[in-house]
């Protein structure tokens, strides 16, 4: 499976909702934007908002990594907005593209864990979420659609 999500250069739209212990699903949209230079790194930046009756701040995230063209596997670093500088690691499935996080100057050990599943070729599922040492911060799930 060639995936288009990550692995194409595009624009994405998100829609979805964030989750966080007892309180109810926060609505958020934004955008994704993907790009691939000619030597196979990748940048990839998301701006997501927070909609709602109680908007929250934006959450911004630029990624930087580097995928051979042969390879199942890749690391990246990351900014994030709420989680600061962070490592992370994906794996490329057959169906999915798989991603774990940490964060490199936080002392509450906070990390994450996403899949963004395959539905088509503009359209991809994605579940989210953010941990502090063992115990489930937030939660994010959404759909992802390819700009044509």
Do not use: C
């Not at 030597?39 to 009756?53: A, E, Q, R």
């Not at 994906?90 to 593209?97: E, L, R, V, Y």
């Not at 979420?129 to 937030?138: T, V």
Request: aromatic fraction near 12%; charge should be neutral; charged fraction near 20%.
């Amino acid at each position: 499976m060639k995936h288009t999500f990550l692995m194409d250069a595009g624009r994405w739209t998100f829609k979805g909702h964030w989750l966080e212990r007892d309180q109810a699903p926060q609505p958020i949209e934004g955008k994704i934007l993907v790009a691939w230079s000619q030597d196979n790194w990748f940048t990839m930046i998301s701006k997501l908002l927070f909609l709602g009756p109680s908007p929250g701040s934006d959450l911004i995230m630029k990624y930087k990594g580097r995928l051979d063209s042969e390879a199942r596997h890749y690391t990246f670093v990351l900014q994030h907005s709420q989680l600061g500088p962070v490592e992370g690691e994906g794996w490329i499935a057959p169906t999915s593209i798989v991603q774990r996080f940490w964060s490199l100057e936080d002392r509450q050990r906070r990390g994450g864990f996403e899949t963004i599943h395959y539905v088509n070729d503009n359209h991809y599922l994605l579940s989210s979420s953010i941990m502090a040492g063992h115990s489930l911060l937030s939660t994010l799930e959404a759909t992802l659609n390819r700009q044509t």
